[in-house]
C-alpha cells in the first residue's frame, strides 16, 4: 500500500498488515517498542541508494568527479564505515569528525578539512592523520598551516576557499558564498587574489584546488552554474602567476524533499548543471580537466533518515489551536527553530485513518518556539500513537543537544528486516559523565 508523502519517506517505506509504516523491513511501531522513543530510524538502502546516484549521475557526466561526503550533516562510525564502503571522500569540519573517520580508518587521502576556524590542535591532528587536503579559510589559517607543514618538513596540499558573490536564496543562516560572510575569501574585496598568490608562494603548502560553497538547501540550479562561472573566469588571471587547477569544487547544498508540494531538482539536473558549465569553462579558459570535487551532506543522508515520536499530552485551545506534545522536539531537531524549517509527518501506528484535523505538533522542551511541526493536518491522535516525521537525516541528530538534561535519541540503521542499534540512548549517567562533583 502506498501512502501520502511516501516520496518523502526512504525508498522502502511501506505499509504493512497492521496499518502500521515499515522502513527497511521493519515495523516502526515495534522499533519503538524495542528502543524507545524518540528513535532516528535509518535505512540503509536509502543511504546507500543515494550515494551511488551520486558517484552514477556526477561520474557519467564528468569522469574525473570524486563526491565527498559532507559529515556535518550526521556522521558516526556506522554511517562513516558505509560511505567509506561506497568509494565516497569525506568532509570534515572539526577534530571530531576527524576523529569519527579516524575511528573506522577513513582513508586520509579522500579526506577535505574544512572550516573558518581550524584551531592549530585541528591542524597538528589532521597533519599527523595525513589528511588529503586541508581547504583553507582564511589568512591566519595559511600562515598557521604553512608554520605547521614546515615544523614537520612536508608540504601539505591545500584548497582555497572562495566566496564568489552568488546568492543562493536559501535561508540567510545557511547562506554561505555571499559577501557578507564569515566563510571564504573574498573575490570582489580582493581577498581571494591575494590569499591565492600568498598560497603560490607559501613554502610548505602545495595549491591544488579551488572551492566554493554557496549555502544550503538549494532548489535552484542557476546558482551552481553562476558559481561555476564567476570562480573560473576569477581564477583564469592566475595562470600564468602558476597556478594549476588540479581540483576544483562547488560545494554541496542540494536540496531534497521537505514538504510534499516542494520538490527537489533530482541529482541528475544538479550534476548536468554542474558538470556542463565546468566542463565548457575549463575548456574555453585553458584549464584542462580538474577533478571535480561535490560535497553533498543532506540529500546523501536527509531521506535515509525518520523520526519517531510518542503522543503524549494533547492540550485543545478551542478556535486556537490543538497541541499535540512529542517526546522528543528541539534536543534532537533544533531546526524548526532555528530555520522555520517545516516538515511533514505521519501517524505511523494507523497509517489509512483519514487526516480530520489541524494539530501542531509541539516538542517537551521548556520552550515555546519548540514545535516540530506547525498547522499540519493529521488524523485525530491519542496518547500512545507513533508519529514519524520523514527527511531527519540530516542536520537533526547532528546538532542534538542535550537541553534541558533530555538524553539525545537512540539511532538504528535498518535494513532487510532488522535493525541494528548505531547509536544508544544518552542516559542519565551520560549526561553527568563530564560533570566534575
Ligand atoms: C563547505 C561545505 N561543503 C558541503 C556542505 C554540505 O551542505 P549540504 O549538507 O547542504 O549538502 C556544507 C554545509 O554547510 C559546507 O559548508
Same mark, same amino acid.
Given at each position: 500500500m502506498t501512502f501520502d508523502n511516501i516520496s518523502l519517506f526512504p525508498v522502502t517505506a511501506a505499509v504493512n498488515a497492521d496499518d502500521h509504516l515499515t522502513l527497511g523491513g521493519c515495523d516502526v511501531v515495534d522499533l519503538a517498542r524495542e528502543f524507545g522513543t524518540p528513535l532516528y530510524v535509518f535505512d540503509e538502502d536509502t543511504l546507500r541508494g543515494m550515494c551511488r546516484e551520486f558517484v552514477a549521475e556526477f561520474g557519467k557526466r564528468y569522469p574525473d568527479s570524486k563526491v565527498a561526503y559532507a559529515s556535518k550533516a550526521f556522521v558516526n562510525p556506522a554511517i562513516a564505515r558505509i560511505v567509506a564502503e561506497e568509494g565516497l571522500g569525506l568532509d570534515v569540519v572539526s577534530g571530531g569528525e576527524l576523529a569519527v573517520a579516524k575511528a573506522v580508518d577513513?582513508? $586520509? /587521502?579522500d579526506i577535505y578539512f574544512h572550516g573558518n576556524n581550524k584551531t592549530p590542535d585541528e591542524l597538528e591532528f589532521a597533519l599527523d592523520y595525513g589528511i588529503g587536503q586541508v581547504v583553507v579559510d582564511s589568512f591566519h589559517e595559511l600562515e598557521t598551516l604553512d608554520e605547521i607543514a614546515g615544523r614537520r618538513g612536508m608540504r601539505q596540499d591545500i584548497m582555497l576557499r572562495l566566496s564568489p558573490g552568488v546568492d543562493p536564496h536559501t535561508h540567510a543562516a545557511t547562506t554561505t558564498g555571499i559577501l557578507d560572510s564569515k566563510f571564504g575569501f573574498s573575490i570582489e574585496t580582493g581577498d581571494a587574489a591575494k590569499a591565492i598568490r600568498q598560497s603560490l608562494r607559501a613554502a610548505n603548502l602545495n595549491l591544488v584546488g579551488i572551492h566554493f560553497h554557496l549555502g *544550503?538547501?538549494?532548489? /535552484?540550479l542557476e546558482p551552481y552554474a553562476l558559481g561555476v562561472e564567476v570562480a573560473l573566469n576569477f581564477l583564469s588571471q592566475f595562470k600564468e602567476e602558476g597556478l594549476q587547477l588540479r581540483e576544483f569544487s562547488p560545494g554541496g547544498g542540494f536540496a531534497i524533499g521537505y514538504l510534499r508540494n516542494e520538490p527537489p531538482p533530482e541529482i541528475s539536473e544538479y550534476a548536468e548543471v554542474i558538470a556542463a558549465s565546468a566542463t565548457r569553462l575549463c575548456d574555453e579558459l585553458g584549464f584542462g580537466t580538474p577533478r571535480l570535487i561535490v560535497e553533498p551532506g543532506r540529500s546523501i543522508v536527509g531521506r535515509a533518515g525518520v523520526a519517531l515520536y510518542t503522543v503524549g499530552g494533547i492540550k485543545d485551545i478551542p478556535t486556537v489551536r490543538k497541541y499535540v506534545s512529542l517526546d522528543g522536539g528541539m534536543g534532537d531537531n533544533i531546526r524548526p527553530a532555528i530555520y522555520g524549517s517545516e516538515y511533514e509527518a505521519v501517524l505511523a501506528s494507523r497509517m489509512s485513518a483519514s487526516s480530520e484535523e489541524v494539530v501542531t505538533l509541539a516538542g517537551k522542551y521548556c520552550e515555546s518556539g519548540d514545535v516540530l511541526v506547525r498547522d499540519i493536518t493529521m488524523p485525530v491522535v491519542k496518547p500512545g500513537d507513533i508519529i514519524a516525521i520523514p527527511s *531527519?537525516? $540530516?542536520y537533526a541528530p547532528s546538532m542534538a543537544s542535550n537541553y534541558n538534561l533530555n538524553g539525545r535519541p537512540a539511532i538504528v540503521m535498518a535494513k532487510d528486516g532488522d535493525a541494528r542499534l548505531i547509536r544508544r540512548r544518552e542516559s542519565y549517567a551520560d549526561m553527568m559523565m563530564m560533570d566534575v562533583v
Open positions: 577513513f582513508p $586520509a /587521502e *544550503s538547501p538549494i532548489f /535552484e *531527519s537525516g $540530516a
